[in-house]
């Protein structure tokens, strides 16, 4: 089945460690986007990437990095500089479309990540 | 620079009862609009995609209606179900590197 796989599903992290969350999709999307949620707060775009090798900064980056090594990858990595990362992270494709703009956009299942 | 509202915040309906989920958004000048299910804890499912030469799109007891001039989407739930509780939230897509996303609206369909 094709989709989009995340993990770990929980992730706990002390003080001052880095963090990687993983992506996976086998949709053959060029396109790979990372969300944040926060109760009761919309999607907020971290970071994107259009095409491998090639990713740009969404709304709110800082104390966050991402590399897109493969086309079915986009690993997050949440530092340390960021200071508050207790959040939900949802890691989304999608295609472009022939009719212009993008195809439907597919999301993972989500990672929990909370600070100790 | 798109902003996308989306009303009722929140809504509790009986079970059977048909419902209208509005989607407002600022730049009409979108290639097409789609909208999601949110379950708690869960990722996004999309629901319909609707392109900006279309007016309607249906799927089973979903139809999605799009008025693009007016800045204006209409989720359509008939006969809900308890299964239908849910976020629903929907997305323009201007074709920028992003989407926006609305704030959702919660809704409970009670058995």
């Known amino acids: 089945d094709g989709g989009i796989t995340q993990s770990p599903k929980y992730l706990f992290r002390k003080e001052g460690q880095n963090v990687t969350l993983s992506c996976e999709q086998n949709?053959?999307?060029?396109?790979m986007y990372w969300y944040r949620q926060d109760p009761g707060q919309g999607l907020r775009l971290i970071y994107y990437?259009?095409?491998?090798?090639?990713?740009q900064k969404g709304d709110i980056a800082e104390g966050y990095s991402v590399s897109r090594e493969k086309k079915e990858s986009f690993p997050l990595t949440v530092t340390s500089a960021q200071k508050n990362p207790t959040a939900f992270y949802l890691c989304?494709?999608?295609?472009?479309?022939?009719?212009?703009?993008?195809?439907?956009?597919?999301f993972g299942p989500g990672t929990r990540l909370t600070v100790l | 620079k798109q902003e996308v509202t989306q009303i009722p915040a929140a809504l509790s309906v009986p079970e059977g009862e048909n419902l209208v989920l509005n989607c407002s958004f600022t730049?009409?000048?979108?290639?097409?609009l789609q909208w999601f299910r949110q379950d708690p804890g869960k990722g996004l499912t999309s629901l319909l995609l609707?392109?900006?030469?279309?007016r309607e799109q249906t799927s089973g007891r979903l139809n999605a209606s799009l008025d693009k001039s007016s800045g204006r989407s209409t989720l359509y739930i008939a006969a809900s179900q308890p299964g239908d509780s849910a976020t629903y939230l929907c997305?323009?897509?201007?074709?920028?590197?992003?989407?926006?996303f609305g704030t959702g609206t919660r809704l409970k369909v009670l058995a």
């Open positions: 989304a494709s999608t295609s472009w479309s022939l009719a212009g703009g993008r195809d439907t956009q597919y």
């Open positions: 949709l053959n999307h060029d396109a």
């Open positions: 990437s259009q095409i491998v090798n090639d990713f």
């Open positions: 730049d009409s000048a979108i290639y097409n």
């Open positions: 609707i392109q900006s030469s279309q």
């Open positions: 997305a323009p897509d201007s074709g920028t590197y992003k989407y926006i």
